[in-house]
């Protein structure tokens, strides 16, 4: 885990993340080398390997509130990706728009919002308009 630690603080991504792996396989049950992993694999926008790390975390720990939440944002992010692609190439198989909506309700009501995305409130026309009169 030191050297771990270490290599990120030098910027040595790569080697960081071979020192966590390979305590991974040498304390199997360890927690720490997971919630590294996922970290980091979030911080550089790897979301498919942060979902797995953040998994693995919760194989050892299922209250781990990291590993929930890199399991959350990470699985919207790469939502999001694919239902834009699908959007864009209006190729929604039979289902999974409903399906979709399903998901949306749900996190519209885990979240308590009665939508995701507000939409932006138009500036009414006088507030835009210049004053007229003052010099």
């Known amino acids: 885990m030191k050297q771990g630690q270490s290599a990120a603080r030098d910027g040595q991504r790569d080697k960081a993340r071979m020192a966590?792996?390979?305590?991974?396989?040498?304390?199997?049950?360890?927690?720490?080398?997971?919630?590294?992993?996922?970290?980091?694999f979030f911080d550089t926008a790897d979301y498919g390997n942060a979902i797995l790390a953040a998994q693995e975390v919760l194989l050892r720990d299922s209250q781990d509130t990291l590993a929930h939440s890199v399991l959350a944002v990470s699985g919207l992010r790469v939502s999001t990706v694919s239902l834009l692609a699908l959007r864009e190439r209006s190729s929604f198989r039979v289902g999974s728009r409903e399906e979709a909506a399903g998901l949306t309700r749900a996190l519209r009501d885990a979240l308590g919002e009665t939508t995701l995305v507000p939409q932006r409130a138009e500036a009414p026309e006088a507030a835009s308009a210049p004053a007229s009169g003052r010099r």
């Open 20 to 40: 966590w792996r390979a305590a991974t396989r040498a304390y199997p049950t360890e927690v720490r080398p997971w919630q590294r992993l996922a970290e980091d």
